[in-house]
């Protein structure tokens, strides 16, 4: 009997329930429930990805290449903008309902009554029971939160790549750099190549003294391979090959870096015996989708939706705003959480803006709008609080003319809302 949509509904009503444990550290949770399925996480193939940003981006350049060469591939990331299903695809398509309710199901077999896992702890197990079942090539896993004690470390990848470090998360990971730099890179694994992006000095020496110790070889952006760009693209020069004129479908200068990333992943992977040919690479890049990420969602005025909420996304959003559009008037709209360095991120993105409408997404942790009014008042921009996001969307419209710019940023929430408002379509809400 196939499971009906109001059972997907109770059991992922269930897995949202498991929140209320909150973020907990540690593999043993994650173990036990692997080991209770037949540990189907044994014998696959992975790449492991940590950072503070970028993850999702590298992510989706390495499968998009992948599957250009032909191969199944598994994609777990974190969070969803809109449905839960996407967290888990396989060749770009998520999960459905209905086998994500018998997963769910099955996993649930094997909770212990007494000490169930968190939320993150049961969709890692589900995640990579979903992509042994299924027989993927090589499976993609996006860190959710540091690294060393990350539910996803339990995998034993082919690559383990680390795209940047800034200071995020400080109650959890450490409140220095160097502390949350270790955090992560406790993905480090015996003799598994390692390749990052990271350029502070300090925490490149503290991966290298940690690779040496995992004999593990560490390939570092701008060391071992680096990008040349150029008006409408760039030229890679890598660890055994170049790549001239690529080009990538995702905006921001950023997202070169991220590419440049993943083509070295794909170098190692050919000296491992796994081929990747170059027509797949620039085929892979040039039809990368990541959606909430920098994403332009109308013309006229200009659209950009990008999940930017810690203040390394944010100074990279603003570089992009004055380096890659031409507009008129900045109209920005925003939202937060309320845990997240707030003036930080405001200080990053008030600049730009000519007029500002604070709001908030449906998530209990946001921010109210009138209060994040309160903390910009320093940058004296016109503006007003809007509590409902569909009403500030409605009010920033009709303000802004052709020849302006509407940014929306601060959360991943928010962008997933936004999403549902723009598009409803594709991004018709589950429930």
Request: negative net charge; proline residues 4%; glycine residues 6%.
């Amino acid at each position: 009997m196939q499971p009906t949509y109001n059972a997907y509904k109770k059991e992922i009503e269930y897995l949202y329930s498991l929140q209320k444990f909150g973020i907990k550290f540690g593999l043993s949770t994650t173990s036990q429930l692997l080991e209770s399925l037949g540990n189907p996480h044994q014998g696959q193939n992975y790449i492991h990805i940590a950072g503070t940003n970028g993850k999702g981006s590298v992510a989706t350049f390495l499968s998009t290449i992948f599957q250009k060469q032909g191969f199944k591939v598994g994609l777990y990331t974190s969070p969803h903008l809109v449905r839960f299903t996407e967290r888990f695809q396989i060749n770009s398509r998520e999960i459905g309902q209905e086998q994500a309710c018998r997963l769910i199901q099955r996993l649930r077999q094997v909770f212990i009554p007494d000490e169930p896992p968190t939320f993150f702890e049961a969709t890692t197990a589900l995640a990579l029971f979903y992509f042994a079942l299924e027989k993927t090539d090589i499976a993609i896993i996006e860190v959710g939160m540091g690294g060393r004690l990350d539910a996803t470390n339990i995998i034993d990848p082919l690559i383990s790549i680390i795209t940047n470090i800034s200071m995020e998360h400080q109650d959890f990971l450490g409140d220095n750099l160097l502390d949350i730099a270790y955090e992560k890179a406790g993905i480090i694994k015996e003799n598994v190549p390692v390749v990052t992006g990271v350029q502070d000095s300090s925490v490149i020496a503290l991966f290298q003294k940690i690779c040496d110790q995992s004999h593990s070889p560490l390939y570092q952006l701008g060391r071992d391979f680096s990008l040349l760009e150029s008006a409408s693209g760039f030229d890679y020069h890598g660890l055994c090959q170049d790549l001239e004129n690529l080009h990538i479908s995702l905006t921001g200068q950023h997202q070169k870096i991220n590419a440049s990333l993943a083509l070295a992943v794909t170098e190692i992977l050919k000296s491992q015996g796994i081929e990747i040919f170059d027509k797949a690479i620039q085929k892979g890049l040039q039809n990368s989708v990541w959606p909430g990420r920098m994403q332009i969602v109308c013309q006229k005025p200009l659209i950009l939706l990008d999940g930017a909420h810690n203040p390394q996304a944010i100074h990279t959003l603003a570089a992009s705003l004055k380096k890659e559009f031409e507009f008129h008037k900045c109209f920005l709209v925003i939202g937060t959480m309320v845990d997240k360095d707030i003036n930080s991120i405001l200080a990053g993105i008030m600049p730009q803006a000519d007029y500002v409408i604070f709001t908030r997404p449906k998530y209990e942790r946001a921010i109210d709008p009138e209060q994040l009014m309160e903390l910009a008042k320093p940058w004296q921009k016109p503006g007003q609080a809007i509590q409902s996001l569909p009403q500030a969307l409605d009010t920033v419209h009709s303000l802004a003319r052709d020849k302006d710019i509407i940014v929306l940023c601060g959360s991943l929430f928010l962008v997933g809302e936004a999403l549902t408002y723009y598009d409803p379509v594709n991004y018709c809400s589950e429930f």
